[in-house]
T-cell receptor
Framework: AQKVTQAQTEISVVEKEDVTLDCVYETRDTTYYLFWYKQPPSGELVFLIRRNSFDEQNEISGRYSWNFQKSTSSFNFTITASQVVDSAVYFCALSEGRRGADGLTFGKGTHLIIQP | GAGVSQSPSNKVTEKGKDVELRCDPISGHTALYWYRQSLGQGLEFLIYFQGNSAPDKSGLPSDRFSAERTGGSVSTLTIQRTQQEDSAVYLC??????????FGPGTRLTVT
């Protein structure tokens, strides 16, 4: 069975600090997809990134970066120079199967608080 | 362009009543998903529709829950004989085939 663990329930940092959100996953499939979503106080889930299990290259998008390591079954998310607008709950998710279109298994989320 | 829309945004119902929640996916998206989000259980997958294929109902918590998708577009999630533990935010998402899912704003269901 698939499982996603986000051990950090809540993180609080001061603006401009870098912060890393951890995600560890479990799956028996060799083909799977990993995702990160952001849920701001408004409540709507916002898609951030999708990676497949065969692509371990790290990805950078502006202040956001993702580190995928199959050896440790981790897909960590780093925000550089954090801003107050980054305050939200962040969810890591997993989808098994070659189609990569199955229902997502979500972690419990990490509540990130950026203090001014 | 228009995103996923859901209605109603809030629904309060009495225990034992049936409710219907509606989802309008992004135009052209072939896949549609229902999830629910509650404090105790987090985000849970409920059901998935892909084109004309039989839906994946593996996440439905009981036979009181059902969903249909008419004409490959709009979907309705029905909960019969609602219970207090059904109180949650019900989220709908849609995607192009094999792509990431985009979520709607959700319907907050409160069972009194």
């Amino acid at each position: 069975a698939q499982k996603v663990t986000q051990a950090q329930t809540e993180i609080s940092v001061v603006e401009k600090e870098d912060v890393t959100l951890d995600c560890v996953y479990e799956t028996r499939d060799t083909t799977y997809y990993l995702f990160w979503y952001k849920q701001p106080p408004s409540g709507e889930l916002v898609f951030l990134i999708r990676r497949n299990s065969f692509d371990e290259q790290n990805e950078i998008s502006g202040r956001y970066s993702w580190n995928f390591q199959k050896s440790t079954s981790s897909f960590n998310f780093t925000i550089t120079a954090s801003q107050v607008v980054d305050s939200a709950v962040y969810f890591c998710a997993l989808s098994e199967g070659r189609r990569g279109a199955d229902g997502l298994t979500f972690g419990k989320g990490t509540h990130l608080i950026i203090q001014p | 362009g228009a995103g996923v829309s859901q209605s109603p945004s809030n629904k309060v119902t009495e225990k034992g009543k049936d409710v219907e929640l509606r989802c309008d996916p992004i135009s052209g998206h072939t896949a549609l998903y229902w999830y629910r989000q509650s404090l105790g259980q987090g985000l849970e997958f409920l059901i998935y529709f892909q084109g004309n294929s039989a839906p994946d109902k593996s996440g439905l918590p009981s036979d009181r829950f059902s969903a249909e998708r008419t004409g490959g577009s709009v979907s309705t999630l029905t909960i019969q004989r609602t219970q207090q533990e059904d109180s949650a935010v019900y989220l709908c998402a849609s995607s192009l085939a094999l792509r990431e899912q985009y979520f709607g704003p959700g319907t907050r269901l409160t069972v009194t």
